[in-house]
């Protein structure tokens, strides 16, 4: 029998009620799975078969970290979902720029390095952007994420605030602020193995731009129209892997998506907001056990 762990974080090292659910599914149907910290020091990954990237909702805080373990887990022999070179590709959002060469339609950014001089005020004067979303090229759940614009750009206190973010993370995107997202929310298309399983749509509160539920965001249960799932499968289309899970998160414009991330890492699969979506991804995960090198006395499940 296989042995598998879902990687979760020191904050949820029973796992978030979603990924619990998945546990308990995976234990129903008889899979050795245990949820492990992922920055646990005693721990014995090879004795693993497989480990399932789930809320290392941290790693971004020590990224170095986190990719020297999945390293150690490679050289053990240990199988990770999803793939380790996704994952580095993935963790810096300059993959945007790599989907937007595939003619996959992102919202409107800005790239800027340690030896950059442009000021913030320059930025959204030259782009004609009223508001402008800051935050670096390597985070998640909006770590170190303002709001600027083209008043506030004026003011010392931001020009420094983006130098500083600059100096500590190196590389800083400033993405257009797309008001459709207070207007209409910003979906989230979820997708096993490259194909689409639900989505859902998500609004900030009235006065902040940020759609995580710990900033006061809400989650909709609103249905896309198949032409928005249509674009959002494009963007699953045009990367070489689909990988066993990836989020689609984009805000659609005058009837089009705008991507705005792609998350392949460990994202929120909002399994509680789908009824066939913990069996979807159980069947996943599943699927990628019995598709390892099994010895030959040993049954599959």
């Known amino acids: 029998m296989r042995r598998i762990a879902l990687a979760t974080s020191n904050e949820y090292a029973d796992l978030t009620k979603n990924d619990r659910a998945l546990l308990d599914k995976l234990l129903f149907w008889g899979v050795d799975v245990e949820p492990i910290v992922w920055t646990s020091e005693d721990v014995t990954w090879n004795q693993y078969d497989a480990v399932f990237i789930r809320s290392c909702w941290d790693y971004h805080l020590n990224v170095d970290r986190f990719f020297d373990w999945v390293n150690t887990l490679e050289q053990e022999g240990v199988a990770v979902f999803n793939p380790p070179r996704i994952m580095r590709w993935n963790s810096n959002k300059k993959y945007l720029r790599d989907l937007q060469d ?15 001089r442009k000021p913030l005020r320059t930025i959204l004067s030259e782009q004609n952007w009223e508001r402008a979303v800051v935050k670096p090229n390597v985070s998640a759940n909006a770590h170190d994420t303002w709001l600027s614009s083209a008043e506030s750009a004026e003011e010392a206190v931001e020009e420094e605030k983006l130098q500083e973010m600059l100096r500590n993370h190196g590389e800083v995107m400033v993405q257009k602020f797309l008001p459709q997202i207070k207007e209409r929310g910003e979906w989230a298309f979820v997708f096993f193995e490259g194909t689409y399983s639900h989505a859902v749509l998500k609004k900030p509160k009235a006065d902040d731009f940020r759609v995580q539920d710990e900033y006061g965001g809400v989650i909709l249960n609103n249905r896309p129209s198949r032409e928005l799932v249509s674009q959002a499968a494009k963007v699953i289309e045009v990367i070489e892997d689909p990988g066993l899970y990836a989020r689609v998160d984009a ?45 030959t006395d040993a049954p599959s499940f």
């Open 251 to 295: 805000v659609e414009v005058d009837r089009k998506l705008q991507l705005l991330e792609l998350e392949m890492i460990e994202p929120s699969l909002y399994l509680d907001r789908h009824p066939k979506a913990v069996q979807r991804f159980a069947d996943s995960i599943l699927g990628k056990i019995n598709s390892l090198a099994l010895p």
């Open 102 to 116: 595939k003619e996959i339609a992102i919202a409107p950014t800005v790239w800027l390095t340690l030896d950059s």
